[in-house]
């Protein structure tokens, strides 16, 4: 009982200190190399890509 105890102790403790990392890059599109001009132009933000054209990149920056 008491092995268990002082384990989830040492597991809470550890916990604060972890940090995690961020797999995506520009997760919120705000970086841009150049303001995206069609709907397919999703490569414009930077760290992003498609290979079909299917996803849709809207930006405050042009105005289609």
Same mark, same amino acid.
């Given at each position: 009982?008491?092995?268990? =105890?002082?384990?989830?102790?040492? *597991? ?7 940090? &995690?990392?961020? =797999?995506?890059?520009?997760?919120? *599109? ?7 001009? &069609? ?26």
């Amino acid at each position: 009982m008491l092995h268990k =105890l002082f384990s989830l102790f040492l *597991f809470l403790l550890l916990a604060q200190f972890v940090q &995690g990392q961020n =797999l995506v890059p520009n997760p919120s *599109f705000e970086d841009t190399d150049v303001c995206p001009v &069609g709907i397919g132009d999703v490569e414009k933000a930077t760290g992003w890509g498609s290979y079909s054209y299917t996803p849709d990149y809207f930006n405050a920056c042009n105005n289609y």
